[in-house]
């Protein structure tokens, strides 16, 4: 479940949050009666429905980068979310964008290649440039060397380039924010915890046993 309220319809008071569950859930209830057409909960909606500013907000973003007045080739910003997913361990943003690269009729095997892009021969130059870069700005926080920043360029005019930063960072926001509140897919325990060691085990017994391989 998520770590905020969900905002069921009979809740809602704000036109933009309506407006969004009429758009996605037709006239259901999203709390009582989940589910999205792409197979998600839904729980990201009615979370950020809490504040519908924020709500408003995010949706401006979404029709801000898919808006027809944008520059950058949709591939090359799909890629870049994805990896953004995958890089930040966001399994919802990750699995959603998947999907949009599918449906901009990319192909299976590069799809499949994003988690190790740098092992993979199925990009182009220019989308190989497009996943160095996102690795830079979620990976090394913006960190971004000037081979990087001048295999963009060779390629990319200043408006594309940020378009693509701020669409890249923003997706990185939404992976960030979905496993805090446990969203969607991100509703899971963390994988890396302690394994518990056998029952005679003891801490001396594993320092001892360091020393005498020394």
Known sequence: MPRLKQVSRAEATSEVVTNTYDLLFGDRDPVAQPG??????????????????ILRHANQGFALYRSPDRKLDPVLRELAQTRAGWARGSQFVFSQHCKSLRGLKVSEERIASVPHWQVADCYDAQERAVLAYADCLVLQGGRTPETVFAALRAFLDDEQILELTYITTLYD??????????????????PIVEVAPPEDFSARDFLDTARRSD
Do not use: I, K, Q, Y
């Open 173 to 190: 926001m939404h992976a960030v924010m979905s496993r805090a509140l446990r969203l969607e897919f991100d509703d899971r325990d963390d």
């Open 36 to 53: 999205t057409a792409t197979g998600t909960n839904g729980d990201w909606w009615t979370v950020f429905a809490n504040s519908p500013d």
